[in-house]
């Protein structure tokens, strides 16, 4: 049984190192318009990070499970990040 507990273990760590990577793919966009890049490799390196950065995102969604991703995204939803606001104001 201790080798399930780690196998678990190892998924759910590499499910948070790919969620992680796939989080900071997204520096990609905002960082390619400022550099001497050609416009043409540009145009598709924007699209195709954001691309990837989705789908590393649900591959580390499957890894750490439903619960963990939905709380994870949860995090990164800027209305949520209002709410929290209201709440602490109002108490």
Known sequence: MPS????????????????IFSLSLWLVPIITPFTPIPTKVKAGLIPGSIIV???????GALLVGKEVANKFKSY?????????????SKQ
């Open 4 to 19: 399930t507990e780690n196998k678990k273990s190892f998924t759910y760590k590499l499910g948070i190192g790919v969620i």
């Open 76 to 88: 990164l939803n800027p209305k949520k990040w209002r709410e929290k606001d209201d709440t602490k």
């Open 53 to 59: 950065a989705e789908i590393m995102f649900w591959l």
